[in-house]
């Protein structure tokens, strides 16, 4: 959508270094839609930056639906710190998968 594409566009022209709290603010606008999520995670804004632990709860949560089930199978392995939202997250993006 154009909104989303200004969006991009301001994140591309930020003067300052883009940090988590940023990061995980643009991550979190996008929170329906994981692959617009992605798109902001893979910014080179972002490049330097290593995810949170609730930058990969709020990709899990995106991927809940549709057939974001394998991005969020990837995010729950690159995650080492796990809690009890990110196996919840998890399973609940798991258990929407269209595995036929």
Known sequence: ????????QLLDELPI????????TMASGSYSHWIRQLQVL??????????????TNLQLSAAH???????????????????????????KALGSASWL
């Not at 959508?1 to 991009?8: A, D, G, T």
């Not at 893979?42 to 930058?55: A, N, R, V």
């Not at 089930?69 to 998890?90: G, K, P, V």
Request: aromatic share 10%; proline share 2%.
């Open 65 to 91: 639906g549709g057939n974001g089930w394998h991005h969020a199978l990837q995010c729950f392995l690159a995650q080492r710190d796990r809690n009890i939202i990110t196996y919840n997250a998890s399973l």
């Open 42 to 55: 893979s910014s080179y804004k972002f490049s330097s930056l290593e995810p949170d632990i609730l930058t």
């Open 17 to 24: 270094a883009a940090d988590l709290i940023t990061m995980n």
């Open 1 to 8: 959508s154009e909104q989303w594409n200004q969006l991009l």
